[in-house]
């Protein structure tokens, strides 16, 4: 007998046809790849390099962390690599600069360091100027002030970029979207420089938002970035799961109408049926909110879970004609499943899904 274990697997083919369909909604567009956050779970070099593979990918990455940055020059990657945070302390400037990474500049203080900096070189920014998100960006009335000081600067390079950062974009009806365009497009249009305004969503619904640099995220992975009552799934943007997560059926028993399963007792049957168990919990970051009822795929159909989700296991309802085995593999979501479909069972997004993934679970990249 053998089983698997909670598995991902990474689909690099997946990746890159999903790199093409991005390319395809947005030709004129350059792309900064966004990988924050492990790229999103799927590993940061792994996918890193799998882009650089494609001989069209001559654009950018973008992270989080500067450590992430750090690990991506580490990892041979010679691609501009932007801080979408910028830096978090004045010391980081000289790794930035020694390191060839770009900033996004959003404060005052960042301003001040980069102002005042020892370094050699100018360095590449990215100015974000908040148009309604209300989280990072310089405040519109600063922006005209904050750009003439950057342009100024021996410190900064010539090619000063302009950004902002949607907040609806993945809702249509939202009036927001077209608010946050236009004043970005007041703010930066007599400045001569390169823009970027889109996320994934932006991306799939928001055209106007395209400018020069494109950030997408979610979307690389093969996840719709739209709200899920807009039935905008991945099948209508071309594109496909790049993580399939799976786990074999470790055991399986029948039980008589009324009998409960799982922690707490929380599920009864209301008729005699076979559970089955599969060998992923919430230690390999399978969703403990995941309610009764979310779909998992067993041989060709839906078997809901039904009771608690455990560390290393859940159950499921194989119905009363259950002829699955021990050892039959269960995917919990990718290929079959959209991430999507589980999220919205699991009160969450398939950002955080994704993310959460944990280090026990096995990679097999294909
Ligand atoms: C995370 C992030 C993105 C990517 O967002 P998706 O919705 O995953 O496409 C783009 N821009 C910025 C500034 C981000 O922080």
Known sequence: MTVKT???KIDLLALKNNLQAIKDKASNSKILAVLKANAYGHGLERIAKALCEESTFKDAFGVARIDEALALRNAGIVNPIVLLEGFFSAEDLAVISVNNL??????????DAILQAQIDKPLKVWLKVDTGMHRLGVSPEQFDGIYQQLVASQNVHVDIILMSHLSCADDTSSSRTTDQADLFERLTSDKHCQRSL????????????????????LMLYGVSPM???????????????????QASLIAKRKIAMGEAVGYGAT????????IGVVAIGYGDGYPRHASNGTPVLLNGRIVPLVGRVSMDMITVDLGAESDDNIGDIATLWGHGLPVESV?????TIPYELLCNITRRVRIDVV
């Open 6 to 8: 909670a598995t991902a």
């Open 102 to 111: 770009e900033t996004v500049v959003h404060n005052q203080q960042q301003l």
């Open 198 to 217: 889109a996320n994934s969503a932006g991306i799939c619904a928001w055209p106007e938002t395209h400018y020069q640099w494109i950030r997408p995220g």
């Open 227 to 245: 709200e899920p009552e807009l039935s905008v799934n991945a099948q209508a943007l071309d594109i496909e799961p790049v993580m399939t997560l």
């Open 267 to 274: 599920w009864v049957a209301d008729k005699e049926t076979h």
């Open 343 to 347: 999220a919205q069972f699991a009160t």
